[in-house]
């Protein structure tokens, strides 16, 4: 991690107009297998940040670069170099896979859209065992699959490019409890596998303290805490960052008694 | 200097207190309306022919078009000059009161234009009048429920019916009971005040029925609103919530009562073709017929200006009853209300539709052209439906247009249902565009085709794709815009997928569905408006057996022998009840 940052943020602005940016000014230098985590109150900027990342969207101004090279979004000229580095999974997977078509068609459109060969079935097949899903399911549509299922499937649509780095936003939010540790530990073991960077945006402390080497926190379109994982738990800069970890649920087995309740 | 440009848009748009999609709006509207009274101002020049040839055809149909006498007339009217200053010297000349010649007559036609004028603004305002009334007495029952506090939207089977009926084909019913078989009022003319019912009632049923369900729908869900609650614990009195009820309701309601008024000025035309009325709509369709150029751009324009003020008055009426409301953004939203469909609303289509399929396959065998029978033969066995006057066999040429018709009404929706998925995609450089085709009357469309082109099937099928593809342009606007903030389509571009592809084969399969679906809803209703532009006369020409050309060919007869009416009336209600039926029935299932 000695030479060029993988992704270099500088002074990002985007929103409508000065007074009511949702993102003022921002610069971000994030390295290469670098597994970060990003917190923050809904509309605090998150999103944006993520689409700003992935070029989805336009800054106002700064600029983003990725392995030295300045990223451009023009809408008709393809970034097909960039988004073989970077992908992302979506956070409500039902609304993230095009419905009427198959796990197979949705599987190879990114392989024939980027040109990263022809696909076969050999390809999809082991896409679909890297996110320990049976083979049936590739016959199947978008819109038949289950919550963790469709999570898995956007999962392995991402992997399929062989990402160098990839974007989550609230990959586990629309998910039951049993299902969020599943993916947690699945996204932990194809990081660790595919030698990957991670940006997770989350409102789960417990998936950044798991997965993460380094905590962002963000307040109204600024990042205000930038440190390992470790120390921001331990010991936050901001008093937000405290208030944003003393908010988090736990969950006593002895906490609640009834007959607490009864005897007031 | 890209930048700066920007910035100052920028800074211009903050100084208007304005939303800027609002202003884009207005000028396109402003646009459109513009764009219209050019293309009245141009009519001599769209016919595609020369306007001198054209003339001396509308005068004098049997001289042969020398070049010294298309070149004299060329000179009288100035038409050596080009389209350009000859459009400018008629506005120019409209503002001073000078419409021009007509071409069959040689007559100055303002005087008579005027006239007529007046006597459509009386038949108007008697027609709006009666409506409003019989609105009105519709609602009761609505009131009546939404003050024992069971308001709930009625399925309004009675008002449906009311509704179906296109004003031509009431109108000829109307004829047939009040004046042939009752007597009780006269049948054409323009004398009286007994000659005005007839008309009026044929305008003003539909209209009532339409707004009647509107108003009754509306103020079945500002029952539901909390604020009627509040009232009637307070102890106001019914009477004043009755009030303030049909106060809330009827605001928004106004901006379709400007749209129905704005409709019925196409409907006058045909009113006043059946019962001979001397009107604006008469004078307009023979203008057109005739291809008397100058009348019809001034009637056409008459219409429009009536139209445009239409729209203005409601305007100022809505901001003047609801005010202060309006402006602050602080309505009340009602609650959803469920709407309850009875069963029966989706047996009437599927009733329809099989009787018609059935005289269709009874008939599709006979010969509907050659002449077999007396001239006017009376019903019988062997000749259900009786013979036209030529003496053709009624069942087969009802079956025979009912193919015909439903074929190009089919053909009609798929051409609208393309343009409107290709203008939908540009929804606010259209939004002028679509309003204004969405408020123009199909007839004034047919009116203006058939000035361009000539009557007949083509430009009917043309005037009704030019109003037709306004909805479905509303309607794939608002689903594009929907399936594009979809999450999969958004984040298409981090696979690789361009803009063409993202459109053709991810926005387009989304929204081509619902699309469809709104098209075929609207066959019924587009076989209708057909109907009536060949009932007019801008339509199918003879011997094609097109449903609205049998009618009028056998409206003349109508006081000898009944059938030749009661026939393609019939197929036409039944057409109509499918139309607005189908439409209430499978239309709301999003």
Redo the contacts between chains.
Sequence with gaps: MSQVPFLQLETLRYGRDRASDIIPSLSLNIGQKERIGLVGESGCGKSTLLKLILGVIQAQSGQIHCEGEPIRITPWRPMNHYRKLVQYIPQDPHTALPPHQTVATLLSEPIKRLKLGTPDVAMLQRAIEQVELPHSVLAQKASELSGGQAQRVALARALIIKPKFLLADEPTSGLDLPLREQVKALLSQVCDENQMGLLVVTHDISMVSGLCDRMLVMQQGRIIEDQPTADALRAPNNIYTQRLLEAVPTVHANAWQPSSLLSN | MKARLQTTL?AAV?TFPLDRSWAFTLSSRLLSLMGIVIVVAMLPWLSGQDPALALLRARYSEQNPTPETLNAIRESLGLDQGPMALMLSWLKGLLHGDAGISWVSGKPILGDMLNAAGVSLTLMGFTLGVSFVLALLLCIPTIRRGLRGQAYRSSGAFAVLLTALPEFVLASMLLLVGSVWLGWLPTYGWKGISYVVLPALALAIPTAGYLGRLLSDNIAQVFTEAWVATWSVAGVSRWHIVLAVLRRALTTVLPMIGLTIVALTGSVVAIEKIFAIPGIGRATLGAAVSKDVPSLQLGVLFMLVFAFFIGMLVNVLKAMILGQALRQGAMPIPKEADVILAKSTRLIPVMCLLLLVVMTCAGITRDPYSVEFMRLQAPSLALPFGADAMGRDLLARLAHGSFYTCVLAIVVALVSLLLGFVIGQFPRLMAGPIEVANALPPILSGLLVAAVYGPGLVGASIAVILVSWAPLAAHASALTAEVKA??????L???????I?RNVF?VF??VIKPLLRHAMLRVPGIALTLASLGFLGLGAMPPSPEWGRILAEGLPYIERSYWVVIAPVSALGLLSVLAVSTASAFGNRR
């Design positions: 920028q903050k979809r999450p999969y389509v958004q984040m571009p981090l696979i690789g997928v361009g803009v592809r991810y399969p989304a």
